[in-house]
Nanobody, 122 residues
Framework: VQLQASGGGLVKAGGSLRLSCAAS????????MGWFRQAPGKEREFVAA????????YYADSVKGRFIISRDNAKNTVYLQMNSLKLEDAAVYYC????????????????WGQGTLVTVSS
């Protein structure tokens, strides 16, 4: 599986961005998908994940109520709608493809996209 993340950019605090991650390969619909982020000097952290069918979604406490993860298996794409962005949301965001079970640990995800940079200004 190859993953291509896009949609990052510069946004003011309180604004919104929508990240997309397009996947190639025939296993997308059989893979749980996750979004992670890494800020400078910090470890990569879990942001959100979605089950294979899209019915199960999971969020880090820091983004719960502000971010929404979704997927379109017909388009082999997973999305991350980010609302009410805060300065601390600034990071490189990565999408990742895992197995059949949703995990929050990054080591459970086998395939990773290249990352897309989100910058939040005050």
């Amino acid at each position: 599986v190859q993953l291509q993340a896009s949609g990052g950019g510069l946004v003011k605090a309180g604004g919104s961005l929508r990240l997309s991650c397009a996947a190639s390969g025939r296993t997308f619909s059989s893979s749980a998908m996750g979004w992670f982020r890494q800020a400078p000097g910090k470890e990569r952290e879990f942001v959100a994940a979605v089950s294979r069918s899209g019915t199960g979604t999971y969020y880090a406490d820091s983004v719960k109520g502000r971010f929404i993860i979704s997927r379109d298996n017909a388009k082999n794409t997973v999305y991350l709608q980010m609302n009410s962005l805060k300065l601390e949301d600034a990071a490189v965001y990565y999408c990742a493809a895992g197995g059949s079970v949703v995990y929050v640990a990054p080591e459970r995800y086998r395939y990773w996209g290249q990352g897309t940079l989100v910058t939040v200004s005050s």
